[in-house]
């Protein structure tokens, strides 16, 4: 099984519809971030958490919402999901201590179409 | 914040070399990295600097200046399957540790050719 793992993997959404996106992890760490990336822009950070009690906002969290379960799991949800949140997401996960020798571990990424 | 800037894409030869070159401005610098994206797919760790100088690993290598805000990502020996994404990302510094993260650029997109 993957380390960081993103469901679904590819989603098709109306305009208008609430939609969550969900993030698992067995790396044991305690920091996850939800990142987007459209073509030229790279990866712009959405939300990120350093622990379960800890939510932060990141550069573009207007329209998003974020819930922390467990250290495990991370999940993102659009309230009312707009084209222009047509992305490709990804899910990462690191722990600060390794950091310099592994970065980030990402999921697979969720291609989000909303039409 | 910070501020990256990479350039949109590079096309090289197989066997030759190619230097990608990142500049900065940030608030604050804690580290810069360097991922490589092959389309559609995750980004994945190749290197880390945190000090002035020259980090080595394989055919890749990876400069940082921080006194000019730049970096460079040196890829040697270049093979077909090194055609991908690669991403300059600086880590930031905060009062709180949520200061912490990583900015990302925009990406330089290598094209390998035979």
């Known amino acids: 099984d993957a380390d960081v793992t993103q469901t679904p993997r590819n989603r098709i959404t109306k305009t208008g519809k609430r939609i969550m996106l969900e993030c698992s992890q067995t790396?044991?760490?305690?920091?996850m971030y939800w990142y987007r990336q459209d073509p030229g822009l790279g990866l712009r950070l959405i939300y990120y958490s350093f622990d379960v009690k800890d939510i932060n906002k990141g550069e573009i969290s207007d329209g998003y919402s974020v819930s922390r379960q467990a250290q495990a799991k991370f999940s993102l949800s659009l309230e009312s999901a707009i084209p222009n949140q047509t992305a490709l997401y990804f899910c990462?996960?690191?722990?600060?201590?390794?950091?310099?020798?592994?970065?980030?571990?990402f999921g697979s990424g969720t291609r989000l179409t909303v039409v | 914040g910070q501020n990256i800037d990479q350039p949109t894409e590079m096309t090289a030869t197989e066997g030759a070399i190619v230097q990608i070159n990142c500049t900065y401005q940030t608030s604050g610098f804690n580290g810069l990295f360097w991922y490589q994206q092959h389309a559609g797919e995750a980004p994945t760790f190749l290197s880390y600097n945190v000090l002035d100088g020259l980090e080595e690993k394989g055919r890749f290598s990876s400069f940082l200046s921080r006194s000019k805000g730049y970096s460079y990502l040196l890829l040697k020996e270049l093979q077909m399957k090194d055609s991908a994404s690669y991403l300059c990302a600086v880590r930031g510094i905060g009062i709180k540790a949520a200061g912490n993260k990583l900015t990302f650029g925009g990406g330089t997109r290598v094209l390998v050719k035979p």
């Open positions: 790396k044991g760490h305690d920091r």
């Open positions: 990462a996960t690191s722990d600060p201590y390794t950091e310099a020798n592994y970065g980030y571990t």
